[in-house]
């Protein structure tokens, strides 16, 4: 297990970039996790509804089952009806101390996590993603000493139910991208690529508008259409036929708001209606046809944890914010299950600080 790696936890020149905060008149986003009983709920007066339309009704927070160890910069998902976590930057009790190749899952029935066959090799950042029948980890970064924490990966490995074995590798190495299946074509893009031959700190890698698509596991990825605004730690979600892709940051310019959304039919991004203000290492999620984001990071007049949650209604082009993450966290992961949003891990403070085994539930309509 590497140690010490607090120093080498995104130190490069986004520690000091300012995040792009906008006014907030068009309201918008963000939510997150809890410790105590699953059945706790959380008060969410919230901001008035300027639409009793597409504003929700009554949304709740509610404490979930906690994760089995503390883990932030993670991607989990959805597979065959129970979520999945594999991977991430795990703790020694206030930082980051290492990375981890365990594998989890949460039955969301009875809110038992249980220990599955762990990743081949420990990554953090690995992208999961439910596709054709496999639960897929994709890309991410493997910890090999302190001065070599952020090495990129190329490969993907598919999860059978027993075993992980190789699935087609990415043309380049990426992380911190985002994935999303339309129709039966699974989609990843943005993040970041070694930036020239090193491939082993943050400030190795440069942000990057590539897009890539697989037809099959069978198959390779092919080029697509590229994202307009190149950015890494940005958080998407797909409603209906459109691959909505919010927020995120730059290398060198910080946290961006920018909002732009794939047509697959058309191979061609459009912009729509940006984030009321830049968060990036958020997470985001659908359901009933919009898009609730949730959580991030600033690194500017010391740093911080956004505690603003939001949703998007595509029908009208526009967010409005909703109740306030109980406890505010970046580097964690939203999934969907039914009509609830599951707020997965994360960390409570910028950087590496204080990593989380919270998990706490979002219902936007009781």
């Known amino acids: 297990m590497v140690t010490n790696l607090e120093r080498t936890f995104k130190s490069g020149t986004e520690m000091s970039a300012r995040s792009q905060k906008m006014s907030l008149n068009s309201i918008t986003r963000r939510g997150a996790l809890v410790t105590g009983s699953a059945g706790l709920l959380f008060a969410c007066s919230g901001r008035p509804d300027s639409s009793a339309e597409t504003s929700p009704k009554t949304p709740l927070w509610r404490a979930g089952p906690a994760l089995p160890f503390a883990a932030q910069e993670i991607y989990p998902a959805l597979h065959k009806g129970k979520i999945h976590l594999a991977g991430g930057f795990v ?30 090799i420990a990554r953090h950042h690995p992208n999961l993603i439910s596709y054709q029948d ?20 190329t490969g993907v490995w598919a999860f059978d139910g027993k075993t992980w074995s190789d699935a087609p590798a990415l043309p ?49 990825w092919e080029a697509a259409a590229p994202l ?6 940005a958080a998407a979600a797909i409603i209906g036929s459109n691959w909505h892709m919010v927020g995120g940051r730059t290398v060198s310019g ?14 061609r991004w459009r912009t729509a209606a940006p984030m009321p203000q830049g968060q990036g290492g958020l997470a985001a999620a659908s359901v009933g046809g919009k898009l609730y984001a949730f959580g991030g990071e600033f690194f500017d007049n010391g740093g911080g944890v956004y505690p603003e949650a ?14 306030d993450m109980p406890h505010p966290r970046h580097g964690l992961g939203a999934v969907a299950v039914e009509n609830e949003i599951y707020l997965i891990g994360g960390a409570l403070e910028v950087g590496g600080r204080k990593t989380s085994d919270l998990v706490e539930i979002f219902t936007p309509s009781a």
Request: proline share 6%; with cysteine.
């Open 91 to 120: 703790s020694n009790g206030e930082t980051i101390s290492g990375t981890t190749d365990r594998h989890v899952i949460l039955d969301t029935q009875t809110g038992e996590w249980n220990d599955a066959t762990p990743l081949p």
């Open 134 to 153: 496999r639960l897929l980890a994709i890309g991410g970064f493997e910890a090999r000493s302190e001065d070599a924490v952020w090495i990129m990966q």
């Open 172 to 220: 380049q190495p990426n992380g911190e991208s985002v994935l999303g299946i339309l129709g039966d074509t699974l989609h990843t893009c943005g993040g970041r690529k070694p930036s020239g031959s090193s491939n082993a700190s943050w400030n190795n890698h440069t942000d990057i508008s590539d897009h890539f698509v697989l037809t099959g596991l069978d198959g390779a």
């Open 228 to 233: 307009p605004t190149a950015r890494n730690s």
């Open 254 to 267: 910080g946290n961006t708001p920018v909002h732009e959304v794939y047509d697959a039919n058309e191979d």
């Open 310 to 323: 939001w949703f998007y209604a595509p029908a009208s082009d526009s967010w409005e914010a909703i109740p």
